[in-house]
Structures are given as structure tokens and as C-alpha cells.
């Protein structure tokens, strides 16, 4: 089963989450298989960290949740929450397999929040190439539509929003996003 973990920034907390980036990256080590993409969020300035995201591949509702809550950052109070949500994997295929390379063009996080008749479940074929991950956000048994996730190469955030549908979200969130991992 694959999630989509985005553990947000409480604000002040820069100091400690750079203190713990070694203790974060053994963490996420141990699930390196499991990982389909991963990185870090960035306010608007590109430069100031506000989020994690993490895709990961797990076996059940609880292993997620252990693995997002057990996380480093987590436990010592870097986040200030955690959006944990099933997702399911449509480009079948991690972030290391994106054609496009870790660093070519700006790189973004689209969450698309809604509920009822679902959006957005087939790819976008004018924008495939673009696109880094890209799925469904589920409940927890996999059968009620909560949104859509994208990571997503483009020109600027009002380009990246434009991978999903207008009016069929209660909202979409769009973040500064980049390949995460050991450099």
C-alpha cells in the first residue's frame, strides 16, 4: 500500500530540524526501498524549509502511521502536524525514475483537498512528462477519493496548480518542492 506523508514545519523550529538532518536521514535509510519519492517544502523565498513529504510503500495503515510518527523530526518536535493519507501511485514508477533529473526546472508539491465524486484519476497526458509523482489521496481502506497529489515540474506555483481540475477541489495547496535524500 503506498501513503503520502507531509509532515509541516512548526514555525521556529529551522534550528532543530538541522540539528536532526543526520538522525532524519538514517531514519529514512532504513525505508530506502520502500521510498517512491521524497524532499523537503520551501516557503515562497525557496530557501526557508516548511514541510516533508514522503511517498512510501508500506504494508499496512499502521506501519504509515509508525513510520510518520516514530520519524526523528517528528518525535522531537520539528512538525507542527502530519497530513497521512493512502495514495496510489498512477506513473508507477519512484522519483529517481523521472526523466526529467533531480534538478532541472522548478519542482512543486500540489495537494488537492476534496471530497465525494472523485477528480483528477487519470494522468494528464499534456503534462506526463512533467510530472515527478502523481495519485489518488484515499481513506485509510483505499475507497473514499480525498484529494489528489501531485510533485510536479514547472514554470512557476499557478502553472503547478493547473495539473489539477479548477472547481473540483474544496481547496489546493501548492509548495516549493525539491528531490530530497543525501546529497
Known sequence: MEFLCFHRDR???????????????SYMDRYAAELIARGP?????????????????L???????????????HQAGVYRDVLLRRWRNLLGRTMWDFPGGPTAGN???????GSGQAADLEIPSDRRDE??????????DGNAWLGTAALVRAPDAQAARAVLTPGRYADIEVHHWEFGGRR
Open 41 to 57: 517544502t520551501y516557503a515562497d523565498d525557496g530557501e526557508t524549509p516548511t514541510g516533508s513529504v514522503h511517498i512510501v510503500d
Open 59 to 73: 504494508p499496512d495503515p499502521a506501519a504509515a502511521r509508525a513510520f510518520a510518527f516514530d520519524e526523528p523530526n
Open 107 to 113: 519542482r512543486y508539491l500540489v495537494l488537492g483537498f
Open 131 to 140: 510530472l515527478i509523482a502523481y495519485g489518488p489521496l484515499l481513506s485509510d
Open 11 to 25: 514555525p521556529g523550529s529551522l534550528p532543530l530540524r538541522e540539528r536532526l538532518v543526520e538522525d532524519h536521514w
